[in-house]
């Protein structure tokens, strides 16, 4: 939806094709970073949903352990260097559906429900997409197009383009209580990591549908756990109750199982066919990248396409977005989260304690805080793909 509105703001007309009926309200992702709140900024739409997200400029690691906070990060430090110096807990679910509430279905903005790609055929000057509609099947003809339709993207697969990776042998589970954990908890800030060897736990609060909010828990499942165990209200109560004891039982507002990937596509562009956010990488959600990767591509791909459709440019400029995009998911969102997990779920006493002391320094020294912040925000993962040519 960013991708598209940021393409229809530059004059191209986009038929955005989505297989559910309605917008899904999912528990996904729910972090925006300074610098993709600066680009939905450029957009018209951060002014709006900010009074709608819970405003968190810093974030804690813990040693569930002890019981204690390691460190402590503060974006505040970069407010003269960020117009917006915190992250934006707001629902992904929420921001796709506000844009399509707000900005489709005009003449050249086109959000087109219940209409599954099943297949692509591309031509001399342009792709053939076929479609499965309410209707039955129907054929559209496009000038590109662009698969955001997530890690099992069926426009990736169509395309023939490789998905390199691995998937982690025990799967997640999220659990999101509507019990205030902050209240109970005051050494718990909107954002935490809890490092544990046997269970870590990330833990960050939204806003939710009411007052006063949801927290949701990530913890890992290890892989002799069956789904049916996972998901019963026995074992979510005693995850719960093991983070965070409580003499009542907690509400749960939500949960989900699922698989964890570190994936990229081969490239980015194929021909007329473009990939961005998860359908061109994948990764763990430690650190909340995944969306902010895929906004940040979202707006590099719809910049030069916008000049390639309107003659400004060749065709070529889109391998250069194939290039700096795979290079920013590969050398930062991948490492990144990848690093972070083995932060979280590093079992060695020793080892344990060198990366506390770590984090610890590089808190406690403004310098080396602001420049930790900085790639965690993806700040320097966009400088660094702006230099690749």
């Known amino acids: 939806m960013v991708c598209a509105l940021a393409l229809s703001q530059r004059s191209v007309p986009v038929t955005v094709f989505e297989q559910e009926p309605a917008p899904v309200e999912d528990q996904r992702a729910a972090s925006l970073h300074p610098s993709t709140l600066e680009m939905l900024h450029s957009l018209g739409i951060t002014e709006k949903i900010i009074p709608l997200g819970l405003i968190s400029s810093a974030y804690r690691f813990h040693d569930r352990v002890s019981d204690s906070v390691v460190a402590e990060f503060d974006l505040g430090l970069l407010k003269d260097e960020y117009r917006f110096p915190y992250v934006l807990q707001y629902e992904q679910y929420k921001l796709t559906a506000s844009i399509a509430a707000e900005y489709a279905n005009a003449a050249d903005f086109d959000v087109r429900f219940s209409h599954a790609v099943t297949g692509l055929i591309e031509k001399a000057d342009g792709v053939e997409v076929e479609i499965e509609s309410p209707a039955g099947r129907e054929n559209f003809n496009a000038d590109y197009v662009i698969g955001c339709d997530g890690g099992r993207s069926t426009v990736r697969k169509l395309a023939g383009i490789d998905f390199e990776g691995f998937t982690y042998p025990e799967r997640f589970i999220k659990i999101a209580t509507s019990f205030d954990i ?208």
């Open 182 to 389: 902050g209240k109970a908890n005051p050494k718990v800030a909107f954002r935490n990591y809890f490092s544990d060897p046997s269970e870590w736990c990330n833990l960050f609060k939204v806003m939710g549908k009411r007052s006063p909010g949801l927290w949701r828990a990530i913890m890992p499942i290890k892989p002799e756990e069956t789904d049916e165990i996972a998901l019963s209200p026995e074992r979510i109560e005693q995850r719960l109750q093991k983070f965070l004891p409580n003499r009542d039982r907690y509400e749960i507002e939500y949960v989900n199982v699922y698989g964890a990937h570190q994936c990229v596509a081969a490239t980015f562009r194929k021909g007329r066919v473009l990939l961005a956010g998860d359908s061109a990488h994948v990764n763990n959600p430690i650190g909340g990248m995944g969306m902010n990767g895929g906004i940040h591509d979202a707006i590099n791909l719809a910049d030069k396409l916008a000049r390639v459709v309107h003659g400004e440019a060749s065709d070529a400029l889109l391998d250069l977005y194939s290039r700096q995009r795979r290079h920013a998911a590969a050398k930062y969102v991948q490492a990144q989260t990848i690093a972070n997990k083995r932060l979280m779920e590093e079992r060695d006493p020793a080892i344990r304690s060198r990366n506390f002391d770590e984090l610890r320094r590089t808190a406690e020294n403004p310098d080396t805080a602001k420049a930790y912040m900085r790639r965690a925000a993806l700040t320097d993962s966009l400088r660094d793909a702006a230099a690749v040519v």
